[in-house]
């Protein structure tokens, strides 16, 4: 439960520099829970970690590389390993010191509603009778998410118009679309009926965060993926057109076909299995659903050159091939040794290149299912790829902050974009690879000539203005 972001242990979800500072939650009364029954994980213990902690420790995000939305991830520790949890023993973990706000650093970050002293207790109670797994089968527990703090607003989306005329960006639960060239802000896309957890209207377009985004290469429709749906967005009005539900987890990639007739959704609960479903435009019918495909969250997905298949990347290390409509598998290729971020083809058919955990592309022999070659990319996380148009060249982004442009043929790096200070989670092209844009946990959206790779526009959410030169 995009991806094992290493920011740095248990760090708090930094935001932009634009953020409203707000005074921090000290430390959680402590009290004495007296209950005859053992606490229960799946009952207990995780709806407290769904409500507290998993936009920053679960789905796209994994803080310090620590995964709360599993249990295998929480016993495994994230950054300083099992001393995060260790069980029988609450006055030893992290984790406990944390959340009750005694440890550095406090958790939730600032900003948001610290753990109640009976959910703390709880907490605490879980620990000290050995943090048990949970007991086998049982029914899941119902999954209720909150809109994400104002001053949480990482950047995990974004998209190139085809016609290179606007930027989309995902920040938090907005949406926000600029003119690619003069970076104006253009508008925000609502979904009109959506409401808070208080049942008041809530001008966003997911009520979580926005975590996958994609244009229609006919220009028509742009598509939003949040948690366990997607938004179809018209492009020309902003209006939206199309709400689809009913997914396992968060949404974390989509993609359309070449001739825009089709729609691809990947995502999946964390070590559960992977989700892959595709729809038609227009109808919004789905025609695909794989089952069993993948053995965890699948982070990329991509259509073949001839709209006849898709490819996808997932946490379990794999990228695999499916025949579309059928979903018949068609090959896999294995090589990573870490998590596989994302997925890209060339416009002959021929490559397919993969972007993965382990700080490497592998470029792929589709015919032969060999691996051509390993690019060691970036110094953290490749954390998206994209092919730029007919070209065998495709656009790279990831943890170091760098987004960088490369030949599949040869593995050459062609060009680097600087700028980025934080980590980087999205990437967006035009299809003549001369508009790039990138986004990430610092909020702001870079736009860059991709032809010269100089930085042109730096996009603010509405209504902020640039940070006074020094």
């Not at 600032?110 to 000290?128: H, M, N, Q, R, S």
């Not at 989509?254 to 609960?269: H, I, P, Q, Y």
């Not at 060339?346 to 022999?365: E, M, Q």
């Amino acid at each position: 439960m995009r991806v094992l972001f290493t920011v740095g242990l248990l760090m708090t979800l930094p935001v932009a520099a634009f953020a409203q500072e707000k005074k921090e939650a000290g430390p959680v009364k402590v009290i004495e829970l007296k209950r005859p029954e053992p606490v229960v994980y799946e009952k207990d213990i995780e709806p407290i970690f769904y409500k507290r902690c998993v936009t920053c420790h679960s789905g796209s995000v994994k803080e310090s590389n620590f995964d709360i939305g599993a249990y295998e991830g929480l016993i495994k520790g994230g950054k300083r390993g099992p001393k995060v949890l260790v069980p029988g023993k609450s006055a030893d973990s992290l984790l406990y010191g944390v959340m009750s706000r005694n440890e550095k650093p406090r958790m939730p970050p600032k900003g948001e509603e610290p753990v109640t002293p009976e959910e703390l207790a709880l907490v605490k109670l879980w620990i000290d009778q050995g943090a048990k797994a949970p007991s086998g089968l049982r029914a899941k527990p119902k999954v209720i998410v909150s809109a994400p703090p104002a001053n949480v607003n990482p950047v995990r989306a974004l998209a190139v118009s085809p016609d290179k005329s606007t930027v989309a960006a995902g920040r938090g639960n907005q949406i926000h679309v600029y003119d690619a060239g003069s970076g104006t802000y253009i508008r925000s896309l609502v979904d009109p009926a959506l409401k808070g957890l208080d049942g008041k209207d809530l001008k966003a377009a997911h009520l979580s965060i926005v975590e996958s985004m994609a244009y229609s290469p006919d220009g028509k429709y742009l598509v939003s993926g949040g948690f366990q749906e997607v938004v179809l967005w018209d492009i020309q009005t902003g209006q939206l057109r199309q709400k689809l539900s009913g997914f396992a987890h968060a949404v974390v990639a989509v993609a359309f076909s070449l001739d825009s007739k089709l729609f691809a959704v990947a995502g999946g609960e964390p070590t559960v299995e992977g989700e892959i479903k595709v729809f038609e435009v227009g109808s919004w019918n789905k025609i695909t659903d794989v089952k069993n495909g993948h053995s965890d969250t699948v982070y990329g997905i991509c259509f073949s050159p001839d709209n006849k298949m898709i490819a996808t990347a997932s946490a379990d290390k794999f990228i695999k091939v499916w025949e579309i409509p059928s979903g018949k598998f068609v090959k896999s290729f294995e090589g990573h040794t870490h998590h596989v971020l994302d997925v890209g083809w060339t416009s002959d058919g021929k490559l397919l290149a993969s972007a993965g955990g382990d700080n490497t592309v592998k470029v792929w022999d589709f015919e032969k299912g060999e691996q051509a070659r390993t690019i060691n990319a970036h110094g953290k996380q490749v954390t998206r790829l994209s092919f730029i148009g007919k070209k065998a060249e495709f656009v790279t982004c990831g943890g170091d902050g760098q987004v960088k442009f490369f030949n599949a043929q040869n593995g050459g790096n062609i060009r680097n974009f600087s700028g980025g200070a934080d980590f980087v989670y999205a990437i967006g092209v035009s299809p003549d690879g001369t508009v790039v844009a990138s986004g990430g946990q610092d909020g702001v959206v870079r736009v860059f000539n991709g032809a010269t790779g100089a930085l042109t526009r730096e996009l603010l959410p509405p209504g902020v203005a640039p940070p006074a030169k020094k």
